[in-house]
């Protein structure tokens, strides 16, 4: 057989490709078919209890009953017997109730609806059900007390007459005078100057001085004038002034008088009742307590219930006396100002004082200048200069004629820590430009220092820069500062001992703020929270005890044993 040509014999054709790209299969979706939503489900009625026969009711015990049927039934209600049903059963619910259910043996009334609006809806809704209501929720709830307006002024007592009877307003008709300050100051003038108190200061501070002071004329004037002594401070004092005239034992008198009950009034009854809400923690509210309140009235016969002071008033009594407090705080802690009240009257420097002006002629001792008040000097000069915009363009003008940077000049104020020594080195750095500022212009020259009283100025300044050091020494934000007190009170003494032999001109000022720093430290050692803070500090530890004070190192170490 002959065998075909290639051109019989017609090949396959290859399979034709698509020139177009593939696409992926989609993926399968896995997500279930929404199933039909189901039917609304009715709510659950609750099973209605079977309608009680009504018996008959007699008109008169109708009527007997209309008050007690006035009142609407709540709550509390559900657990209290009828009045028919027999002593020892248990209490049936309310023939009139909406529903129950019962949940071992409990029966919870349906709440009547309420007729107030409807609840914010930014307020979540309590869950739908059974509400147990507590007793402190609802119109059970005491209302809120009135905020403090701390814009007021502190209203002073007007009981208070064994204060204002011995205390008149003082010549320049806005502090107030001691009287028996000024009786002493008469008889002699020579002696120190009765002291003044700003309208502002508390009772607790004038009458502090007064039994401090004048512990005999002050009794025996409320004495004579027939004025009860009720303040619970003044009391010991008292106390153990009259068991001195009365010729008995003094052992234990401030003991035994504090533990006696005082005179009643009502000054003595609200302040013990704040005594006792602040020891024991009790909650201002407590006062409110209907129980309470008849306990009080109880025990004594002629109290009325309008004699009983509210939380309001309690709770403005608890502020006076705090007010007190950080008053007489205020006045044990003035270092700085008991320095400062040595050398200037801080009066000028309060907001609104008149303008201070230098009186007698220039001095040449040192002694002359502190009596010119340098200080108070310098503060109206600043104030001037201050206190137009032209002065202060000129002030600038004079620093740049003397190559000084343009620095403004600082004042003080009576509220701020150092702001005395810091008016001072400001004006002490620019004393070539504030003479010549004040020489220059003719109605302030009369504010001009004198070579002397530039010299008492800095020695003002070196005796302020003690405290002030230390301030800023106790005043860290992220570091413990309370072990560095009573280290701090005996380096201060120290440098202020070292400024008496060196400038022995300013040592009576001095001493003035030793004196007052004795005292405070004296204070402070009895309080265990400072020495335990410096025991705990790996940089003190004992060491100071046992290089200052080597008497006690025994009795600080029996306080840590102690107290751990």
Known sequence: ??????????????????????????????????????????????????????????????????????????????????????????????????????????????????????????????????????????????????????????????????????????????????????????????????????????????RRHLFERHLEAWVQGCDRLRIPITATEALPHVEAYRGKQNGSSNNGSATDSAKKSPPFSHEAFVDAIVEWIVSDDQSINVIENEKLRNIFLMLRSELKDSDIPHRTKIRKRVMEIWDDHLDHLQDEMAITDTVLSAITNMDFAAAGADDFVPGGAEPRTFLDAIARDPIATVRTSV??????????????????????????????????????????????????????????????????????????????????SVPHAFQQRLSAETTPTLGHALPAFEAMISQWEKQQTRHPETADIVQQGIDKLDDYRERVEDVPAYILSMLINPAIKLNWFERYRPEKTQSVKNLFLREV
């Open 383 to 464: 104030r001037v200069i201050r206190a137009s915009s032209l002065r202060r363009q000129y002030f600038s003008e004079v620093l740049r004629a003397l190559h000084l940077r343009d620095l403004q000049l600082l004042r003080d104020v009576d509220t701020r820590w150092s702001s005395t020594l810091i008016m001072i080195d400001r004006a002490v750095l620019l004393q070539e430009a504030i003479d010549k500022f004040l020489t220059e212009t003719q109605d302030l020259k009369k504010y001009k220092l004198s070579k002397t009283e530039w010299e008492a100025l800095k020695a003002f300044q070196r005796i302020l």
């Open 1 to 206: 057989m002959s065998r075909r040509t290639n051109a019989d014999e017609q090949p396959p054709r290859p399979a034709r490709q698509s020139q177009r790209p593939r696409r992926a299969p989609a993926p399968r979706d896995k997500t279930p078919s929404p199933q039909p939503a189901a039917p609304p489900r009715a709510p659950r009625r609750r099973r209605q209890p079977a309608p009680q026969p009504v018996p008959p009711v007699d008109p008169d015990e109708e009527r007997a009953r209309a008050p007690a049927a006035g009142r609407v039934r709540d709550v509390f209600d559900a657990d209290e017997p009828e009045p028919d049903a027999p002593v020892g059963d248990a209490a049936a619910p309310p023939a009139d109730s909406a529903g129950e259910d019962h949940d071992d043996g409990e029966f919870f009334p349906e709440p009547a609806p309420s007729t107030s609006p409807s609840p914010s809806p930014d307020r979540a809704s309590p869950p739908h059900g059974r509400r147990r209501h507590s007793p402190r929720a609802g119109p059970h709830a005491s209302p809120s007390p009135p905020r403090r307006d701390r814009t007021t002024a502190r209203a002073r007592s007007t009981k208070a007459n064994d204060i204002w009877t011995f205390y008149q307003t003082a010549a320049d008709g806005v502090k107030r005078d001691c009287v028996f300050c000024k009786q002493h100051h008469s008889a002699n003038p020579q002696g120190k100057e009765p002291k003044s108190f700003a309208p502002s200061t508390s009772t607790g501070v004038l």
